[in-house]
């Protein structure tokens, strides 16, 4: 049973780091672009960030650039999204989410959300003022 399981979340404060990590099982993660979501209170959901199943092509958000980066260890099956210089608006749900494209190198833009075919149930993110 294909399954991505989401972790690191919990309260900062501004300013601080977190690490989230993306954990797949059922499927080999190394075939699959990722991509992490948040969703905040009262909001839509919105795109972050995405990797390309080889892990050479990334793109992300306007809201994050230069302060999140997103990794792979295809081998550990896991994904991560560095998160420095928290604000209190990148309070959320945190979700990760997976496609299939054939060519390894290719990422999906970050508004694909409708389009990622596999998602985790999130990981709780809150910095405080």
């Known amino acids: 049973q294909l399954q991505l399981v989401e972790s690191g979340g919990g309260l900062v404060q501004s300013g601080q780091s977190l690490r989230l990590s993306c954990a797949g099982s059922g499927f080999t993660l190394g075939y699959w672009a990722m991509c992490w979501f948040r969703q905040a209170p009262g909001k839509e959901r919105e795109g972050v960030s995405c990797?390309?199943?080889?892990?050479?092509?990334?793109a992300y958000g306007d809201s994050v650039k230069g302060r999140f980066s997103i990794s792979r260890d295809n081998a550990k099956k896991t994904m991560y999204l560095q998160m420095n210089s928290l604000k209190p608006e990148d309070t959320g749900v945190y979700y990760c989410?997976?496609?299939?494209?054939?060519?390894?190198?290719?990422?999906?833009?970050?508004?694909?959300?409708?389009?990622?075919?596999?998602w985790g149930k999130g990981t709780l993110v809150t910095v405080s003022p």
């Open positions: 990797i390309s199943a080889s892990g050479k092509t990334t």
């Open positions: 989410a997976g496609i299939y494209y054939s060519d390894y190198d290719e990422v999906p833009p970050v508004t694909y959300e409708y389009g990622m075919e596999y």
